[in-house]
């Protein structure tokens, strides 16, 4: 895990309690969620472990935006997998208001 910087806060990726931890910004939340921004460097540490053995969702690049597809949806008419650009910030939201993303130390 990196260091958090000057404004953020450790996220939990969803799952596990033991699951990996990244340094974000949050400054919201959804469904009493953390909607986490993350610095590309940060970024790209997630999409690594989307793409772990066992996941349920695959993450790639495309130039400065990232792809992900979550495999279980993929045959639901209408699925578009979640294009992911970096904010004006360049921060990423990585499905901050799809999947449960925890503030850890709460």
Known sequence: M????AGEVL????GPADGPIFPAVVDETW???AVPLFRR??????????NSPGSTA?????GDTLVVTETDKVRDPGYVPERITPSKSGRYC??????????VGE
């Open 2 to 5: 990196k260091r958090p910087q």
């Open 11 to 14: 996220v939990r990726f969803p």
């Open 31 to 33: 469904n009493n969620a």
């Open 41 to 50: 460097e940060i970024a790209k540490l997630v999409a690594a472990h989307i």
């Open 58 to 62: 695959r993450a790639a690049w495309d």
């Open 94 to 103: 990585i499905l901050g208001k799809a999947w449960s993303w925890e503030l």
